[in-house]
């Protein structure tokens, strides 16, 4: 996939969109409670724990994403600007044990 239009557990600017696969710290290291570089997808349980971690931040970033469905994002390519739709689709790792 072409720089510039995911990052998963990166936080970093410069992306379409930003994946939070959970919420331990070694993947949380960049995000802050005043981070706003774009969307943050998630899982519904990973949500709900969010505010506990980052209370100040601005939720209506989040994008509650329910696993073992597709989604379908419409993002753009960096380089041309023309349309770059993805698809994909959340799988528990079974990592972390706390259920909601
Ligand atoms: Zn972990």
Same mark, same amino acid.
């Given at each position: *996939?072409?720089?510039? *239009?995911?990052?998963?557990?990166?936080?970093?600017r410069?992306s379409?969109?930003?994946?939070?696969?959970h919420l331990? @710290?070694?993947?949380?290291?960049g995000?802050? @409670?005043t981070?706003?570089?774009?969307?943050?997808?998630c899982?519904?349980?990973t949500a709900k724990?969010?505010?506990?971690?980052?209370?100040?931040?601005?939720?209506?970033?989040?994008r509650v994403?329910e696993i073992?469905?597709?989604?379908h994002?419409?993002?753009s390519?960096?380089s @041309?600007g @023309?349309?770059?739709?993805i698809q994909f *689709?959340p799988i528990?790792?079974?990592h972390?044990?706390?259920k909601?």
């Amino acid at each position: *996939m072409e720089g510039g *239009m995911i990052s998963v557990d990166r936080w970093a600017r410069g992306s379409q969109a930003y994946f939070l696969t959970h919420l331990h @710290s070694d993947h949380t290291r960049g995000l802050s @409670s005043t981070w706003s570089h774009g969307p943050l997808f998630c899982s519904r349980t990973t949500a709900k724990l969010f505010p506990l971690k980052f209370p100040d931040f601005n939720f209506a970033l989040l994008r509650v994403v329910e696993i073992g469905s597709w989604h379908h994002l419409s993002l753009s390519s960096p380089s @041309s600007g @023309s349309p770059a739709p993805i698809q994909f *689709m959340p799988i528990d790792a079974f990592h972390c044990p706390v259920k909601f």
